[in-house]
């Protein structure tokens, strides 16, 4: 039986391309921190520290309306899901991340898509960031990145 490589999905075509092209800048990058603006829409931060000094707007960020997780081997760590249904409350998901952050110090390693426009984002100590679009028709994530990055 042939292995597969976890981190690596099968592209076909060149959105997967393009997209892996787009994400490259992160490489070498901290995941910084996440914040929710409204029910089911985040930004993930990736860039320096800390994020309240950076005034010339040097962090990229990934707004993400869909699915995603952080995961490490075969354990989700947190998810999209993970929201406090009872208080409507993306807290525990915000501290969650915020302490991994701190604690592990997520370097982007590298990055990897899929033609859905699905993202794969390896991070230091076998952590995983997945995004998963699930839509044929709306607008799933943004990405803007500094032109510092490039």
């Not at 039986?1 to 690596?8: A, F, G, K, W, Y």
């Not at 997209?19 to 992160?26: D, K, P, T």
Request: charged share 25%; hydrophobic share 40%; aromatic share 12%.
């Amino acid at each position: 039986m042939q292995q597969v490589d976890p981190l690596r999905y099968k592209p076909v075509g060149d959105m997967a391309k393009e997209i892996r092209e787009v994400f490259s800048v992160l490489i070498g990058q901290k995941l910084i921190g996440a914040q929710v603006f409204a029910e089911g829409t985040w930004h993930f931060y990736f860039g320096p520290w800390p994020l309240a000094a950076d005034k010339n707007g040097t962090a990229a960020y990934l707004g993400i309306e869909c699915s995603w997780r952080i995961h490490k081997h075969d354990t989700i760590i947190i998810g999209s899901e993970d929201y406090d249904v009872l208080e409507k409350s993306a807290d525990r998901q915000v501290r969650t991340i915020n302490a991994l952050v701190s604690e592990t110090g997520l370097v982007v390693d590298s990055v990897d898509a899929d033609e859905l426009g699905g993202v794969r984002i390896a991070l230091a100590g076998s952590y995983v960031f997945d995004v998963f679009p699930a839509s044929d028709s709306e607008m799933e994530w943004l990405f803007r990145c500094p032109s510092s990055y490039s």
